[in-house]
């Protein structure tokens, strides 16, 4: 395995994971299923590029997983953020958030495929661990929230709803 880099941050720059070269940025879009689930030899005729081109913004095919993680989770949780960051109540911007977040992902192919990798990869990939772990974070916070505003039973744990949210939204 390998590959992580020193990226601690939601880019793609550093390490292993970093998608820039002389080139410019790898259009990671044109990577557009779940590449690593693939034979190298698919991957590289779907992103039209030679193995060394591909190996030189990547040196492994997890650390190019990890790029399209990060590339997508970042799109997704702006989407989200910029629709729970309102002054709604929080239960709404939840319930408004991941309906974006949806949606965004049914046309956004790099996220979809980012959350599919997340999903593949969460229990020993780094980077998809802490980003998963991120949005339970984020949705624990919110969830508490719409109990302090009394749109959710007291009653509830939210770091188990915030887990239930994200599992189903992810």
Partial sequence: ???HGG???GSSG?????SSGPGGKV???SLRTVPTLQPTGDIIDRAEMTKGALYYHFESKESLATAIIEDGSARLAEAFRSITSSSAPALESIIHGVF?????MSVD???RSGMQLLRAFGDFNKVAARTYGGWVTEMTERTQQAIDEGDVRDDLDPRTVGE??????L
Avoid: E, R
Wanted: charged letters at 10%; zero cysteines.
């Fill in 164 to 169: 239930t949210i994200v599992s189903s939204m």
């Fill in 14 to 18: 550093g390490g292993g994971g970093d």
């Fill in 1 to 3: 395995s390998g590959g």
């Fill in 109 to 111: 192919q790099v996220a």
């Fill in 27 to 29: 259009k990671l879009a």
């Fill in 7 to 9: 990226s601690s941050s």
């Fill in 100 to 104: 974006v977040v949806a949606d965004l």
